[in-house]
């Protein structure tokens, strides 16, 4: 890869995916340990390893927080050997409770995009509305109602309401979203953690869900966007600011309209490659699985220039010393 490509080679598509694997092995020793923190550093010190192998000067733009709060893969950091500057927006382990807990849908995330073009969100909380592809554009709106957009979404699919699924992650904060919905008769998917996942579940006829509302962390927000640029979608998003804190986060990452509504566009508007691998088996990707001295993964990679998506089950070598460690 070389500063004259103006777009990301299409080789590095399969490397971002080796790079979700290292994380996800790694992380996978520590399932069911009871230990979150290990787990998810675990996962950042592969990531980091595996993204300084890659031919590119990389920017983490969402990454593990600020660099006082984070040794490694904090917000400005560095990586790669050298070429063409790029964005990188990542989540080491999404679903550090789930992995501890040996519970489904831990993945490891990671997006990037051409320099300059992935949204440079604070770490804070964001209001986030998503649907899949193939409908009018504005058929879903952040500033409506959750009633508004399930009625949209269903005369645009040409349903009743009680046809749709609305896919919330389980929290008290949604309750007023869930009772909306099942005032509509529609039926409500409740996920305990993971809403990249769950936004991305919307994009897939088989999953069954149509919509996807509630609130999450900003960063998975940016991801989730990656990731619907690269196969079709509508996402629309606010941050949401509890403090002065958070509001100079904001400030520091240059963002000065604190009431703005994110379009798709806004938060990955270049040429973008997303890549996840399961660390626990999940409704997306299967888990790491340790076979005497092989261990087998399941991987997804997509390119928005191309559409393309690979789903990669790949079978390695394990290393001794993480055999050495599963065997604990």
């Given at each position: ?169 389980d929290r008290e904060r949604h309750e007023k979203i869930i009772a909306a919905a099942r005032k509509l008769d529609t039926r409500v998917f409740l996920i305990p953690d993971g809403d990249v ?47 002065d804190d958070e509001r100079g986060r904001a400030e520091k990452a240059g963002i000065t309209d604190l009431d703005r509504k994110y379009g798709l566009m806004d938060m990955a508007s270049g ?58």
């Amino acid at each position: 890869m070389t500063q004259k490509n103006p777009y990301l080679d299409r080789i590095l598509t399969i490397e971002l995916g080796r790079c979700t694997e290292a994380a996800a092995v790694a992380a996978s020793l520590m399932i069911g340990r009871g230990d979150k923190e290990g787990a998810d550093q675990a996962a950042v010190t592969a990531l980091r390893d595996a993204l300084n192998r890659l031919d590119i000067d990389g920017t983490i733009v969402i990454g593990e927080g600020e660099r006082d709060e984070a040794p490694m893969l904090y917000i400005g950091e560095k990586v790669g050997r050298g070429g063409a500057p790029v964005d990188i927006a990542l989540d080491p382990l999404e679903g550090t409770t789930l992995t501890a807990k040996a519970m489904s849908n831990a993945l490891t995330v990671v997006a990037m995009a051409t320099g300059g073009t992935l949204l440079h969100s604070p770490d804070v909380y964001m209001d986030k509305i998503a649907c899949g592809p193939g409908y009018p554009d504005g058929v879903i709106d952040l500033d409506a109602s959750v009633e508004d957009n399930i009625q949209s979404l269903a005369r645009a699919k040409g349903v009743p309401t009680s046809d749709l699924t609305l896919c919330v992650l389980d929290r008290e904060r949604h309750e007023k979203i869930i009772a909306a919905a099942r005032k509509l008769d529609t039926r409500v998917f409740l996920i305990p953690d993971g809403d990249v996942a769950g936004v991305f579940h919307t994009t897939q006829p088989e999953m069954g869900i149509d919509l996807y509302i509630g609130q999450g962390g900003a960063p998975e927000g940016v991801l989730a966007a990656a990731a619907l640029r690269c196969v079709g979608g509508q996402m629309q998003s606010r941050l949401i600011f509890r403090n002065d804190d958070e509001r100079g986060r904001a400030e520091k990452a240059g963002i000065t309209d604190l009431d703005r509504k994110y379009g798709l566009m806004d938060m990955a508007s270049g040429d973008v490659m997303f890549a996840a691998t399961g660390v626990t088996d999940g409704s997306l990707l299967k888990g790491v699985r340790w076979q005497g001295h092989k261990v087998r993964t399941h991987t997804i990679v997509m390119r928005s220039k191309s559409g393309t998506i690979r789903h990669i089950e790949a079978e390695s070598n394990a290393d001794p010393a993480a055999l050495k460690a599963n065997k604990r």
